[in-house]
């Protein structure tokens, strides 16, 4: 038995063996209060303004430095050198240094502390976990102050743990010497997460209890249940060889047949795409498998700023994309964000309930400039690639016959100026809502495509927050209101003639998509790193057995029914190499 077992999230799979080597740079932690003259004051403030300047030209040489083999990660470089560049927070610690008399670091301290209370009241994870990058740049700052700025070297092969690892800092790692690598803060979204999967390096975030007491000591990373072990005995270190090595195996097995078409042993195909979010996830979706981008989120391009993206920013970034994947389908949704998000310019008010307040489509219809510089931009890209437009959170016909109504105008406007763009560019819309739902079809008949969003539609049917501990348990793939209710989705736009796309948490459940197969849905969009095993299960199954499936699922009236029946058509069906894709999706596995 192991002398520790330290638990966290696992953002990328695989199990490695090593001694620890810990990053030890949390400057923050050691950031302490000092107070100065008054006379000292205009000193101190020099000092910070200083130090900003240094850190700005230490990530300008970390950038001109990246490494060829990473350089589809420079972006997140670049978002760190813009907010250490971002006037706000350095103006916020100078005046703190003037009112309060206190030194550059703990003014510092104190700046970032009032951006995290704002952070934290935000619902979205995603964007909620974009705080660490605030605290990461500002680290290199207050790493300049007290003059330790820079990450130390490993000297030799092991499993790397920090308190946290910024973009920066994972360019300078020498990651030949990386076996595996844990941080005590980040989420499923964080950095770490997207660097460790594009390099293969299993990877534990957020892990409880991880410090610098565990520098040198022998550990097992486990990259498939987040569990850090230290000290292992004899049994634990066999157990994890043994797995790591089957891992490898089916790895090799399921990556060699990724990009070979999604389609069942009886001919039924389904088109596979990816759900992305940074432009430099493209190279991941295009090694994997992908068949197109079934899922754009644009609403980092959006944050940690002064002011939204010009159209011209965003038309070039939505060009570069498009064109990147052409001829391969593009699917671009507008923005995703609320009145509860963080940028100063986006931000409308503060709404009591922000879940069901003014974000999605509903923020976009009452920042219309906002909305037609994304509209223009979007349809500017759709001359080179195969873009498809997609609007989110749309309520009932009359909200999108008013969006469609502003898209019209839009295009008039381009026209009249000579811009090209492709007219008849699809357009489609989420399926989140359950009043979407219940008039899908009305609402087929007014759009080129759905695309229905689980993790939303399952939250607001089922009335729960999954991120909330006290109710995730009720967060249901399987209940009968949300099998039905894709159903009900899926015939609606086949009896209009249009495709039908789900893109959510479901299209990634190795569980959940027999069913999906057995609706007939047109296509699933899923994180990459999901699609290669995925692809292998479909074309492992038939849909006589999917068919038969749904038609249990469908007359089934309890969710524990429906769970069983599925993990014994999995079981009964599909091979022992699922054990890795259940594991990632935090299931037991076997059973």
């Avoid at 970390?62 to 250490?84: N, Q, T």
């Avoid at 990259?223 to 089916?250: I, M, Q």
């Avoid at 007014?446 to 927050?465: K, P, R």
Wanted: glycine share 6%.
């Amino acid at each position: 038995m192991a002398r520790q077992v330290l638990y966290g999230i696992p953002v990328a799979a695989g199990i490695a063996v090593g001694r620890a080597h810990f990053l030890d740079r949390d400057w923050f932690a050691r950031a302490s209060y000092h107070p100065i003259a008054p006379d000292a004051v205009e000193k101190e403030q020099e000092r910070l303004r200083q130090a900003f300047a240094v850190a700005a030209q230490d990530l300008e040489r970390v950038l001109a430095a990246v490494p060829e083999d990473l350089r589809d990660h420079a972006a997140m470089v670049e978002a760190h050198l813009l907010l250490v560049r971002d006037r706000k927070l350095q103006e916020q610690a100078l005046a703190a240094i003037a009112a309060q008399h206190i030194n550059a670091e703990w003014a510092l301290e104190r700046a970032v502390a009032a951006v995290e209370a704002t952070f934290t009241a935000i619902e979205d994870e995603y964007l909620r976990s974009r705080m660490q990058d605030v605290r990461q740049a500002a680290e290199r700052v207050l790493g300049v102050l007290v003059g330790q700025a820079g990450a130390a070297p490993m000297t030799q092969r092991g499993v790397l743990l920090a308190r946290d690892l910024s973009p920066a800092d994972l360019v300078e790692i020498d990651f030949a010497k990386v076996l595996a690598l844990a941080t005590a803060s980040g989420g499923k979204t964080s950095h770490v997460g997207i660097l460790a999967r594009s390099l293969q390096i299993p990877a534990v975030v957020g892990v409880e209890g991880l410090d610098g007491t565990l520098a040198g000591e022998l550990i097992i990373l486990d990259g498939f249940h987040g569990r850090v072990l230290v000290d292992p005995d004899e049994d634990e270190l066999a157990r994890s060889t043994e797995l790591a090595a089957r891992f490898d195996d089916y790895q090799a097995v399921v990556l060699r047949s990724c990009h070979l078409p999604a389609q069942t042993r009886d001919g039924f195909e389904v088109q596979t795409l990816a759900n992305i979010e940074l432009f430099e996830e493209v190279v991941a979706v295009r090694d994997l498998g992908a068949e197109g981008i079934g899922l754009y989120r644009t609403e980092y391009t959006y944050m940690n700023r002064e002011t939204p993206p010009s159209e011209e920013e965003l038309a070039e970034q939505y060009l570069d994309l498009a064109s990147l994947m052409a001829p391969h389908k593009v699917v671009i949704r507008t923005l995703d964000v609320g009145a509860d998000k963080l940028t100063p310019t986006l931000r409308h008010r503060r709404e009591a309930n922000p879940a069901l307040g003014l974000r999605a489509i509903r923020y976009c219809l009452h920042h219309r400039d906002v909305f037609r510089a994304q509209l223009r931009a979007i349809l500017r890209a759709s001359v080179v690639g195969n873009v498809h437009l997609l609007l989110p959170m749309i309520s009932g016909i009359e909200e999108l016959v008013e969006v469609k109504k502003f898209y019209r105008e839009v295009q008039r406007e381009l026209a009249a100026e000579g811009v090209p763009f492709r007219e008849d560019m699809p357009l489609g819309i989420m399926m989140e809502l359950p009043s979407a739902v219940m008039t899908a079809d009305v609402l087929a008949q007014e759009v080129d495509f759905f695309s229905i969003g689980t993790n939303d539609l399952i939250q607001y049917t089922l009335g729960i927050d999954r991120t909330n501990k006290d109710v995730s348990a009720l967060y249901q793939p399987l209940h009968p209101a949300i099998v039905r209710s894709i159903k009900w989705v899926v015939d609606s736009g086949h009896r209009a003639g249009i495709d039908v796309c789900v893109c959510g948490e479901l299209a990634a459940d190795p569980f959940c998509v027999p069913v999906l197969l057995g609706m007939r849905v047109d296509a699933i969009s899923l994180n990459p790193r999901s699609i290669p095993s995925i692809k292998r299960l479909v074309r492992q199954t038939t849909m006589e057995e999917c068919d038969a499936l749904l038609k249990q699922v469908m007359a089934s009236q309890s969710v524990a029914r429906s769970n069983r029946l599925v993990r014994e058509m999995i079981y009964r069906h599909v091979p022992d190499e699922l054990l890795f894709s259940v594991s990632l999706l935090g299931e037991e596995v076997g059973g």
